[in-house]
């Protein structure tokens, strides 16, 4: 389990527009959160936004400081994004080509790019140096309500607002129950050395008596979804997608 220490600091952006005698005060609360990363790869998660933004950025989300930058994908810290049918893959590279003269994210090409990120998705990330305190930084989300579409098949998803949760957290009623894995929603978590099953039941054994995750031996579990920490979620296609409310 990934160890977690979180932090919010709050930082009161107040901007006050008089209309017809009415006042709207802006708050933007900015945060940080220390995640855990393993040597090798692990799943992450976005819980933040770009100060001022609708999503973030690889760039925006990190201090490239805390990673390592190379020459090329063999040396690098690699960020793996899926896109519903394949992947896109990023390196951190510390050489300086005519687009930019710092260490940056680039595509397998060398080009340096800005990889957009919603709270909410997750993607891979291998890391070459030994297990370590990573900052995740950013805005924190105010939506009251945040919908994750999902496709039919293979998604990678995170929980969208920053603080330690679990899959129960999730709405699930736009989500598919069955009475085993083949017809259900699957949710698979790297360990670190392999993979943990759960799916969406809508059997009733003497644990529990309405429609819950799952693990493989048909036991409830309350699966982590801890600050920065990512999922594969397998979508039936009767799934149109799950939500989670604002838990502060």
């Known amino acids: ?4 220490k979180y932090i919010v600091a709050l930082v009161a952006t107040v901007g006050i527009f008089s209309a017809q005698a009415a006042e709207v005060d802006s ?4 945060g940080f959160a220390k995640v855990n990363l393993m040597q090798g790869l692990n799943i992450i998660g976005v819980p933040f936004l770009t100060v001022g933004d609708t999503e973030t950025s690889l760039n925006d989300l990190f201090d490239v400081s805390e990673f390592t930058a190379g020459a090329g994908i063999g040396n690098s810290d690699v960020v793996t994004v899926w896109t519903g049918s394949g992947y896109e893959g990023y390196y951190l590279s510390n050489q300086a080509p005519p687009s930019y003269t710092e260490t940056a ?8 790019v800005e990889v957009t990120l919603q709270p909410g998705e997750a993607v891979w990330l291998r890391r070459v140096a030994a297990a370590a305190d990573i ?5 924190v989300m105010s939506a009251a309500n945040t919908d994750i579409v999902l496709a039919t098949g293979l998604n990678m998803i995170s929980f969208p607002y920053s603080v330690s949760a679990s899959l129960n957290d999730f709405d699930i009623s736009n989500a598919t129950a069955g009475a085993g894995i083949g017809n259900s929603d699957v949710v698979t978590v790297w360990t670190g050395s392999g993979y943990e099953g759960y799916y969406l039941s809508n059997q009733a054994p ?5 429609i819950a995750w799952v693990n493989l031996a048909g036991d409830r579990a309350d699966v982590d979804m801890s600050i920065g920490k990512g999922v594969w979620y397998r979508a039936q296609a009767t799934t149109t997608g799950i939500s989670a409310d604002k838990p502060y």
């Open 105 to 112: 994210w680039v595509n397998l090409a060398g080009d340096r």
């Open 27 to 30: 708050v933007n609360m900015v």
């Open 1 to 4: 389990m990934k160890r977690i």
């Open 206 to 210: 003497p644990t529990y008596t309405e």
């Open 135 to 139: 900052t995740f930084k950013g805005e």
